[in-house]
């Protein structure tokens, strides 16, 4: 199977600060690895040029008054929010990320390749209709979305596993059945939203998923959650595509972040994910990367996890340097999966009436 990876080194240019958690690097290190690793001369992985996003793309999710204002503010600079900036010319950096996204959508439905894995900054998710926050700006994945279903694909599910709740992309979708959103995050955390109480209104209650987990929880939390909500609800939804919003700051290293994923654990998520997606359509899956500030110690090994899950490739020998064991250690929490175990039999409750799966067991 083919993996296209969307990347380009522009995706390096966009900066708040050297400072910022959302840096270049959080790129650039992944790219060393990735080269190390010979990736790209690889016959299982084709490389994507982005071009950026047209105006009509970002309208079918953004209001064309926040479009405005992102294109006026970066003429001169500005600011959103204290952790989220407009350096000058952002604009153009957003709307490569927003097209990058797009290019997979095009390449996963030209049969140019099976799946694809966006590898573009800035991310996307706690970007609403008309407002930025958290480091994004435009909506990357919604954008996608949108373009997927102009293209004749109808019900797309969208799995958001970064630690922060996308509350963005939960706005933008909440009265929307024709797009499952399912967030697995840190809670309580940053933005705040992303109870299991929220599953949206009007004709998109019941298709909006929320699964918060405690800081702690490890890879025996997710295998959980996969088994026992995410793949159930893929293969009754019975989506066309699969959207990942792929945030990498589940990795116990992050330093934003509680959770305590490892770079193995996010292999084998993603080749679950890409069974799911052969036995239900056809393989069509495209990962859009969002967060994830460990550097050195968790991108670099985390996206190559996905990558080779995505081209097929034996993901036994992915794994952290052995320096990096100790902290994982200490990340761990015992206490996190009986607390899981407590929320997904609430989240029950809640949709029973709207999930055969469910109900069923009822
Ligand atoms: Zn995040």
Request: net charge negative.
């Amino acid at each position: 199977m083919i993996c296209g990876i969307v990347y380009d080194n522009a995706y390096l240019m966009h900066e708040q600060s050297h400072t910022h958690p959302e840096r270049r690097e959080r790129l650039s290190y992944t790219l060393d690895q990735l080269e190390e690793e010979g990736i790209f001369d690889l016959p299982e992985i084709k490389l994507i040029s982005p071009v950026p996003a047209k105006r009509d793309d970002v309208l079918l999710v953004h209001s064309a008054e926040y479009l405005r204002f992102l294109e006026e503010t970066s003429v001169h600079g500005g600011i959103i929010d204290a952790d989220t900036i407009i350096p000058k010319d952002l604009i153009h950096d957003a709307l490569l990320a927003a097209g990058g996204a797009i290019q997979a959508a095009d390449a996963v439905l030209n049969q140019e390749v099976k799946n694809a894995f966006v590898l573009a900054r800035p991310p996307g998710h706690h970007a609403g209709k008309a407002s930025g926050a958290g480091f994004c700006y435009l909506n990357n994945v919604a954008i996608m979305v949108r373009h997927l279903q102009r293209r004749g694909m109808r019900r797309i599910m969208i799995l958001d596993w970064d630690a922060h709740h996308g509350n963005g992309t939960e706005e933008i979708f909440y009265d929307d059945p024709t797009v499952l959103f399912c967030s697995v995050h840190q809670y309580p955390f940053y933005p705040g939203s992303g109870r299991i109480d929220d599953i949206g209104v009007g004709d998109g209650k019941g298709y909006n998923i929320n699964l918060p987990i405690p800081a702690g929880s490890s890879d025996k939390v997710y295998r959980y959650l996969l088994e026992e909500i995410i793949i159930p609800l893929a293969e009754e939804y019975m989506p066309d595509v699969i959207a990942v919003s792929a945030g990498q700051d589940n990795h116990f290293s992050d330093p934003l972040t509680g959770l305590a994923l490892t770079a193995q654990g996010y292999a084998r998520l993603m080749q679950e994910m890409c069974i799911v997606a052969d036995s239900i359509c056809y393989g069509r899956l495209i990962a859009v990367l969002e967060g994830g500030y460990s550097v050195e110690g968790g991108l670099p090994y985390t996206n190559l996890g996905l990558i080779a899950a995505m081209a097929g490739l034996d993901i036994s020998g992915i794994r952290e340097p052995a320096i990096y064991q100790e902290l994982l250690q200490k990340s761990v929490s015992e206490e996190a999966f009986p607390k899981v175990l407590k929320m997904v039999s609430n989240l029950k409750k809640k949709l029973s009436n709207h999930w055969y799966f469910i109900h069923r067991s009822y």
